[in-house]
């Protein structure tokens, strides 16, 4: 009897449906390791994105505070208040000059920004005062 159960063992072992069984066991096993070894790939992928993307917000971050910083500062305040609203310092004195080409437009019927003048011509007329014929 126990030469009919090694027989019928060695058999089984030795057939072609065990080595199908085997050949299919091996492909599922491999199979679902290259599934995970996939998931595990995508998985650090994503990882290193989302690395990437704490660096930069981090960076972003510090940006915005010195932006905050000089925002909240004195000179900003100071600046656009100057160059938005007009405004001065007390004791401080104002000059306001008027542009070149609105003194020179005066009078004449061709505005003098559609002329092309060169640099020496516009020091000329600048220091002695007479109009662009």
């Given at each position: ?86 405004m001065k ?9 008027k542009s070149q080409v ?32």
């Open positions: 009897m126990k030469k009919q159960k090694q027989s019928a063992l060695r058999r089984f072992f030795g057939s072609r449906l065990f080595l199908i069984l085997a050949l299919v066991f091996a492909i599922l096993v491999a199979f679902g390791y290259a599934r995970a070894y996939y998931q595990d790939y995508k998985i650090k992928e994503e990882i290193r994105a989302l690395q990437d993307d704490v660096k930069n917000l981090e960076h972003k971050k510090l940006e915005s505070m010195e932006i905050l910083k000089y925002v909240t500062s004195e000179a900003f305040v100071e600046e656009k208040a100057r160059t938005e609203l007009n310092r007390p004791g401080e004195k104002v000059m306001i000059i609105e003194i020179e437009n005066k009078g004449f019927e061709e505005p003098v920004e559609k002329r092309l003048l060169n640099n020496p011509i516009k020091w000329w007329y600048y220091f002695s005062h007479k109009g662009i014929n």
